[in-house]
């Protein structure tokens, strides 16, 4: 019986249960294409004890990340997201040269490059070797290891404690949420301040973003869930920040319990929010599956009305969160020909299940196509200004989530 990786309950409840699908970042090679892939099912689950939604942890880390697809640097807007970012921070908590900053999840450098940048000592604890290496190329040091307690302990012995560690859509990503917790605690000083961004569950649920459910992701936050789990290690929330980021994001700032100040008048009203919404009960997660039905049903009937018509219809960009939507709607090449990425590492590539080609962007003004699906519609201001081209010929953009939206762009 699945139990909850946070406080221990049995009483779960089914929030979606999406089928099962392959690990969205695994995407074939295309000798792999004869060969059988795994799947695992994608049930997502709510604690009605302490209220922390989540999948079984079928697939670990490793399995993930050691070598991984993502590179955050590919995406302009997310690197600039980082730079104001670590810009804010220097002011908000006075970091200067003598400063020390780790982050976890460090991917390829893409916002410690800043902190580098601005002559403050800085590491990357990465586990994935290849993003690590580009990191490393940026001149921003990296180790390559997954974050325990005894990991945030040993770079505390080697490089002394964090003034500010940095946690940027990891949180959702470990399976053992409590042990991570202490390892962030264990790098931070002891009047540090450690600062997590992961997506918000109210905005899932609210705007139907259940392509953001995927096996990387083990848990899904609430502040209220987020305050329960970073007390488990030692931390208190003592600040939020809503975010425009993935959707709709959180920015956690805490601080070891010890020192740390009363929650701020953000948490308190986001906290009410979130009970306003219901998901501190169970009402709030009532009708989700119905409303992910819903998106399922009108993309499926734009592609197969699109086909009959003789249209052309390819994606673009190959994120995991669009490997959950094409695997849900059971998506394959008769109604989307391809898609493409900016990432040269997944050209050439298939789509994990579905097994949708994966080609450069040039692709798209070579074929003019009709349409354009927009998988990573969390990027939707950025993509629309990139792919404004499209409407040179006519071309349209398609965004499924929240809902089916055909948009048309001016060259």
Same mark, same amino acid.
């Given at each position: 019986?699945?139990?909850?990786?946070?406080?221990?309950?049995?009483?779960?409840?089914?929030? +979606?249960?999406?089928?099962?699908?392959?690990?969205?970042?695994? @995407?074939?090679?295309?000798?792999?294409?004869?060969?059988?892939?795994?799947?695992?099912?994608?049930?997502?689950? #709510?604690?009605?004890?302490?209220?922390?939604?989540?999948?079984?942890?079928?697939?670990?880390?490793?399995?993930?990340?050691?070598?991984?697809?993502?590179?955050?640097?590919?995406?302009?807007?997310?690197?600039?997201?980082?730079?104001? @970012?670590?810009?804010?921070?220097?002011?908000?908590?006075?970091?200067?040269?003598?400063?020390? #900053?780790?982050? #976890?999840?460090?991917?390829?450098?893409?916002?410690?490059?800043?902190?580098?940048?601005?002559?403050?000592?800085?590491?990357?604890?990465?586990?994935?070797?290849?993003?690590?290496?580009?990191?490393?190329?940026?001149?921003?040091?990296?180790?390559?290891?997954?974050? %325990?307690? !005894?990991?945030?302990?040993?770079? &505390?012995?080697?490089?002394?404690?964090?003034?500010?560690?940095?946690?940027?859509?990891?949180?959702?990503?470990?399976?053992?949420?409590?042990?991570?917790?202490?390892?962030? &605690?264990?790098?931070?000083?002891?009047?540090?301040?450690?600062?997590?961004?992961? $997506?918000?569950?109210?905005?899932? =649920?609210?705007?139907?973003?259940?392509?953001?459910?995927?096996?990387?992701? @083990?848990?899904?936050?609430?502040?209220?869930?987020? $305050?329960?789990?970073?007390?488990?290690?030692?931390?208190?929330?003592?600040?939020?920040?809503?975010?425009?980021?993935?959707?709709?994001?959180?920015?956690?700032?805490? &601080?070891?319990?010890? =020192?740390?100040?009363?929650?701020?008048?953000?948490?308190?009203? +986001?906290?009410?929010?979130?009970?306003?919404?219901?998901?501190?009960?169970?009402?709030?997660?009532?009708?989700?599956?119905?409303? #992910?039905?819903?998106?399922?049903?009108?993309?499926?009937?734009?592609?197969?009305?699109?086909?009959?018509?003789?249209?052309?219809?390819?994606?673009?960009?190959?994120?995991?969160?669009?490997? %959950?939507?094409?695997?849900?709607?059971? =998506?394959?090449?008769?109604?989307?020909?391809? %898609?493409?990425?900016?990432?040269?590492?997944?050209?050439?590539?298939?789509?994990?299940?579905? &097994?949708?080609?994966?080609?450069?962007?040039?692709?798209?003004?070579?074929? $003019?196509?009709?349409?354009?699906?927009?998988?990573?519609?969390?990027?939707?201001?950025?993509?629309?200004?990139? !792919?404004?081209?499209?409407?040179?010929?006519?071309?349209?953009?398609?965004?499924?989530?929240?809902?089916?939206?055909?948009?048309?762009?001016?060259?």
């Amino acid at each position: 019986m699945m139990t909850c990786r946070l406080c221990g309950s049995e009483n779960l409840e089914s929030v +979606v249960d999406l089928g099962a699908t392959p690990p969205c970042e695994l @995407f074939l090679t295309r000798d792999q294409l004869d060969q059988p892939e795994l799947t695992y099912p994608l049930h997502l689950r #709510v604690c009605t004890s302490c209220w922390l939604a989540q999948l079984p942890p079928l697939i670990s880390p490793e399995e993930t990340f050691t070598e991984y697809a993502y590179f955050s640097s590919y995406s302009d807007s997310w690197v600039d997201h980082a730079s104001w @970012f670590v810009l804010n921070s220097v002011v908000r908590l006075g970091l200067h040269a003598d400063s020390f #900053v780790v982050e #976890v999840a460090s991917n390829d450098g893409y916002l410690l490059q800043h902190v580098a940048a601005g002559g403050i000592r800085c590491l990357g604890i990465e586990p994935s070797v290849n993003v690590g290496e580009a990191a490393r190329e940026k001149g921003v040091p990296t180790l390559t290891e997954f974050l %325990t307690p !005894l990991t945030g302990a040993a770079v &505390r012995e080697e490089h002394g404690p964090a003034d500010l560690v940095v946690a940027n859509n990891v949180y959702a990503h470990i399976p053992d949420v409590v042990g991570f917790t202490k390892g962030l &605690r264990n790098l931070v000083a002891d009047d540090g301040w450690v600062s997590i961004e992961v $997506q918000h569950l109210l905005s899932l =649920i609210e705007h139907n973003q259940y392509d953001t459910i995927y096996h990387e992701h @083990f848990q899904y936050y609430t502040v209220a869930s987020a $305050q329960r789990a970073l007390a488990s290690g030692g931390l208190s929330l003592v600040d939020v920040e809503l975010l425009p980021t993935h959707g709709g994001s959180i920015r956690l700032w805490a &601080r070891p319990a010890e =020192i740390a100040e009363e929650p701020s008048a953000a948490v308190l009203d +986001v906290l009410a929010r979130e009970k306003a919404a219901g998901l501190h009960e169970l009402a709030g997660y009532a009708e989700f599956a119905t409303r #992910v039905a819903t998106v399922r049903r009108e993309l499926l009937a734009f592609l197969t009305t699109a086909a009959a018509e003789g249209k052309t219809v390819v994606g673009y960009g190959a994120p995991g969160k669009g490997n %959950t939507l094409l695997n849900h709607c059971g =998506i394959r090449p008769d109604l989307l020909s391809y %898609t493409v990425d900016r990432n040269p590492y997944k050209h050439g590539r298939f789509t994990p299940g579905t &097994r949708i080609p994966i080609l450069a962007p040039e692709r798209i003004a070579e074929d $003019q196509p009709d349409y354009v699906l927009v998988l990573p519609w969390n990027l939707r201001d950025e993509l629309t200004t990139q !792919l404004s081209y499209v409407g040179e010929w006519g071309g349209r953009l398609v965004f499924p989530i929240p809902s089916l939206e055909i948009v048309e762009v001016k060259p």
